[in-house]
Structures are given as C-alpha cells and as structure tokens.
C-alpha cells in the first residue's frame, strides 16, 4: 500500500525553502546528463514527486501543481534527487519521456546560446523543434 508523504515531513524540514515557499529545481537527463529544465516546487509538489515517481512542479503562473507532461505526455520518471550544497537548489536526474523537455517541442529548454562579444552578441538556437508544439498541446488548445 503506497502511503501519501505528508507535505510537512521531516525530510522536507531540511531544505531551505524561499519567502514564497518554493525552492528551485533544475531537471538534468540520467545518461546524457543535459541540463533539460529549470522548474519550481513547493513543499507538496516535492512530496508527491517522491509518491510518484514523476516530476512534479508549482507552476508559478498557474498557482497549482503542474504534473510534467500531464497535457504532453512528456513525463519525466524520476531515477534521484539531489540537494545541493547549501540545501537551497533541488536536481532531479530524470528519464525524459519522448525526448521533448521544452514546451517549445526541443528536448531542453536551453536552447538558446549566446554567441559574439558584448557589442554585437546575440542569442542563436542550437537546437531543432523535434514536434510541432501546436501537435503536442493540440487537445489542450495551448502551446
């Protein structure tokens, strides 16, 4: 029988939540080790990551939780999570499910490099769209 964690357990107490309750989270693919997302969780979106298995945000925007891939189907299992150092930034080592971490439809969300000096710098995409975003969010009518 898999018991709920309870959003105030002792393991949570350790980290260093910030004044709105969150704490960054960077979501970094097992093998590959690239750095796919950046994200944020709350106390209740960390708990039910861990029941899950699954990465589990707070979408800020939206104010509630955010199930990665529940619109996408580009779920993330979760395989660790680490804290860092000062106990303030969470790094999940993940499976990412089809690929595609970004909702831009690219694997990660960092696809923009900076390129040039400080005068004349600009930001280039490194990497290709792998599916349509209007293909992805189709049923949910946003990409």
Known sequence: MNTPIQPKAAWLKKIKWDEHGLVPVIA????SNDVLMFAWMNREALAK???????????????????KGEESGHVQKVLEIRLDCDEDVVLLKIEQAGGIACH?????????KFEGDAQEGDWQNTEP???DPSDIYEKAGKA
């Open 28 to 31: 970094q693919e097992a093998g």
């Open 129 to 131: 769209v792998l599916k």
């Open 104 to 112: 831009t439809g690219r694997h990660s969300c960092f696809f923009q």
């Open 49 to 67: 990551t861990v029941e899950l298995g699954e990465a589990v945000y707070w979408s800020r925007s939206r104010k509630k939780l955010w199930h």
